[in-house]
């Protein structure tokens, strides 16, 4: 009678072992998803952030070197500075 709660305790002891051994490599493997996941999340920022920094500083050459936009200079009715507007025959004040 004995062996028998002998053998019955090893197996158990034996499927929980196997259970944490499983449970482990799938925290891990969620773990480097999240990693992943986190890693292309900074990536894609960094880039976000270079390109309007990029649109920036072109932005700040341009107007250095060509002066404001047409558009900021004042006194301009709309129809002249909307190319759109100007178009059309409606008066937009």
Do not use: C
Not at 53 to 71: A, H, I, T, V, W
């Amino acid at each position: 009678m004995n062996q028998i709660i002998y053998f019955t305790g090893i197996a158990g002891g034996l499927v929980l072992i196997l259970i944490e051994i499983f449970y482990k490599k799938h925290q891990l493997k969620r773990q480097r998803q999240l990693e992943v996941a986190r890693h292309a999340a900074d990536k894609w920022r960094q880039t976000i952030q270079q390109r309007k920094m990029d649109r920036s500083l072109d932005y700040q050459r341009r107007f250095k070197e060509n002066g404001p936009p047409p558009f900021w200079a004042p006194g301009l009715d709309v129809r002249q500075r909307s190319p759109i507007a100007a178009k059309s025959n409606t008066i937009f004040v």
